[in-house]
């Protein structure tokens, strides 16, 4: 079965709102560690099949800077682990 996560980060100003919104649309286990290391290994987590669309604006990537970019690359690194999860950016 495929499990439909949409994640808004388009008002996201920094790691600490990043990380909630994250944790609460992920069901992040109470031990996620607020941090892209975290991120990864949730999103690794075998299970049903992911696909994942984060909506951003370039508000939120500007706020992000070097860490928007940095979370891109977990997210495509980890779905380029698992042929179950599918992560999709899209500018709004």
Known sequence: MENL??????????????????????????????????LYDVLTEKGEHKVIFFFY????????????DALTDVCLDASAE???LKVNFIVV
């Open 5 to 38: 996560i949409n994640i808004d980060i388009t008002g996201v100003g920094s790691r600490e709102e990043l990380h909630k919104v994250l944790r609460k649309s992920l069901d992040a286990p109470d031990y996620y560690g607020d941090n892209l290391d975290a």
């Open 57 to 68: 604006s370039e508000q939120s990537r500007n706020a992000l800077g070097e860490y928007f």
């Open 82 to 84: 698992l042929d179950d």
